[in-house]
């Protein structure tokens, strides 16, 4: 059984109501395998925590980037509530040393596997919305998840340079040029630097491992100044 009380000390979190936080990491097959107990799995709490999650990211990426279309806010978000970006969330909290499984599903790995991980991670968010109310979701997300989209974490689901053609565009009449004014590392290891210059003055600077990404985050910097 995964020691809850531990998991709240790790993530500065307390729960009124701790049955609700352990629900969300039990598994279906656990509950099988311990009827007699009356726990519930964490089926329909992942169902909440789905919306709350996509809620929490919508507001933040709303207020964020003011000028992103609503087609590129979409992008944006499926990128960071994806299966994938939800089982990263999952592994850096270490949330598969908690979950309870069933000792089939635990023994064909399925503490390991990504669906199952990317369900818990939706479900605590369920919970913690249950026990706690959105305003403190909104503050888990500020701590774990925001800085993450801050760094450009999901930059690969958008293009810059495109948002700062349209903004350029929408704003006044002006020139967008892009500059590689470095290299460096080894070959198997290169690192490019980018400028982007609008009018002729730089308006951003960008490093990938890339040109087209060193452009990109080059972008992504101008448009920052800009909003």
Known sequence: MGDFNKLQKQMNVRFSDVKLLEQAFTHSSYVN?????????????????????ELGVSQYLYRKYPNMEEGDLTKLRASIVCEASLVDFANDL??????LLGKGEEMTGGRHRPALLADVFEAFIGA????????????????????????GAFSHAMD?????????QR???ADI???????????????????VHIHGDTAGIGV?????????????????KLQ
Not at 44 to 50: A, Q, T, V, Y
Not at 94 to 99: A, G, T
Not at 177 to 195: L, M
Request: hydrophobic share 30%; no cysteine.
């Open 33 to 53: 395998e311990h009827r007699h107990t009356e726990r519930k799995d964490n089926e329909r709490l992942e169902f909440l925590g789905d919306a709350v999650l």
């Open 160 to 168: 810059y340079k495109s948002q700062l053609q349209e903004h350029i």
């Open 171 to 173: 704003e006044k009449q």
């Open 208 to 224: 990938g491992r890339t040109k087209k990404e060193a452009e990109q985050r080059a972008a992504e910097e101008a448009l920052d």
């Open 128 to 151: 913690l919305y249950l026990d706690q109310g959105f305003d403190r979701v909104l503050s888990y997300l500020g701590y774990y998840i925001y800085p993450k989209i801050k760094r």
């Open 94 to 99: 270490n949330f598969q040393e908690y979950v």
């Open 177 to 195: 040029d892009y500059e590689i004014v470095d290299e460096r590392g080894p070959a198997h290891n290169r690192e490019f630097v980018a400028h």
